[in-house]
T-cell receptor, first 118, second 112 residues
Framework: GAVVSQHPSWVICKSGTSVKIECRSL??????MFWYRQFPKQSLMLMAT?????????EQGVEKDKFLINHASLTLSTLTVTSAHPEDSSFYIC??????????????FGPGTRLTVL | GNSVTQMEGPVTLSEEAFLTINCTYT??????LFWYVQYPGEGLQLLLK?????DKGSNKGFEATYRKETTSFHLEKGSVQVSDSAVYFC???????????FGQGTRLTINP
């Protein structure tokens, strides 16, 4: 149980275009989803926290107008990178937790999406 | 402040060697502690966890003990395999909080 999927697993796009990445909880209801960014050989940087039905909470320094997050249902959150540029190229990872999965808010991670902006 | 510090990598060992990856944390209260593993090109997988002092998490031959007195959660394995080559992340989660705080990651390479 507690499986999280991401789609696509990799995407290449041209500079200036927008890219949408989906994060789904397959067998549980995810009341909270998290989006991380990981640069090569570095740790995960939390970008934002989203709770179903409300606006995402962005970490300091993350542009909310550039990284649009929607958590419209209990099983789906989307991250849209708007007007992507080469510096947005990165590995994006989502995670999710739910109200009855554990007593300590354990997060379950998706497999990640590699974005390359040309 | 609240942070997690891991030993710097990369770490390169021979197969069947003993492994230790150090992790210390600073936090107010009593966090839950985790080790995650990331294989090349993949997301994170939970390796083991401990939710209170003196708990020992274990999985796939790996162990880590929650030491409140030294604020540490060192990862150990008695005999590593080539398939253990990956990046290992220590993380903590404060009680009642949602955000995981990760260490910088330690890249482990096991040579046959």
């Amino acid at each position: 149980g507690a499986v999280v999927s991401q789609h696509p697993s990799w995407v290449i796009c041209k500079s200036g275009t927008s890219v949408k990445i989906e994060c789904r909880s397959l067998d549980f209801q995810a009341t909270t989803m998290f989006w991380y960014r990981q640069f090569p050989k570095q740790s995960l940087m939390l970008m934002a926290t989203s709770n179903e039905g409300s606006k995402a909470t962005y970490e300091q320094g993350v542009e909310k107008d550039k990284f649009l997050i929607n958590h419209a249902s209990l099983t789906l959150s989307t991250l849209t990178v708007t007007s992507a540029h080469p510096e947005d190229s990165s590995f994006y990872i989502c995670s999710a937790n739910g109200p009855r999965l554990s007593s300590y808010n354990e997060q379950f991670f998706g497999p990640g999406t590699r974005l390359t902006v040309l | 402040g609240n942070s997690v510090t891991q030993m710097e990598g990369p770490v390169t060992l021979s197969e069947e060697a003993f492994l230790t990856i150090n992790c210390t944390y600073t936090a107010t209260g009593y966090p839950s502690l985790f080790w995650y593993v990331q294989y090349p090109g993949e997301g994170l997988q939970l390796l083991l966890k401990a939710t209170k002092a003196d708990d020992k998490g274990s999985n796939k031959g790996f162990e880590a003990t929650y030491r409140k007195e030294t604020t540490s959660f060192h990862l150990e394995k008695g005999s590593v395999q080539v398939s253990d080559s990956a990046v290992y992340f220590c993380a903590r989660l404060l009680q009642g909080a949602q955000k995981l705080v990760f260490g910088q990651g330690t890249r482990l390479t096991i040579n046959p």
